[in-house]
């Protein structure tokens, strides 16, 4: 599971699916949800970008 999690394809997607939710979910759902959702999406797609740029460092060297 770990090697799949790690696979550029897989950050990707979590990064750019995750963000494209956080961005939507205060219009979609209403009040507190919304914006709680919008956070936690968002801490996610931060984590897989964060990991995209460690794993380009390692790559280039």
């Known amino acids: ?7 550029k394809s ?3 997607f ?3 699916f995750n963000l494209a939710v956080a961005a939507a979910a205060p219009f979609v ?3 507190t949800q919304g914006i709680m959702t ?4 968002g801490v ?12 380009r460092g390692v790559d280039a060297a």
């Open 1 to 7: 599971m770990k090697s799949l999690l790690a696979s």
């Open 10 to 12: 897989v950050l990707w």
């Open 14 to 16: 979590l990064f750019l």
């Open 29 to 31: 759902v209403d009040g």
């Open 38 to 41: 919008a956070v936690g999406m």
């Open 44 to 55: 996610v797609s931060l984590g897989a970008g964060v990991s995209l740029v460690r794993g």
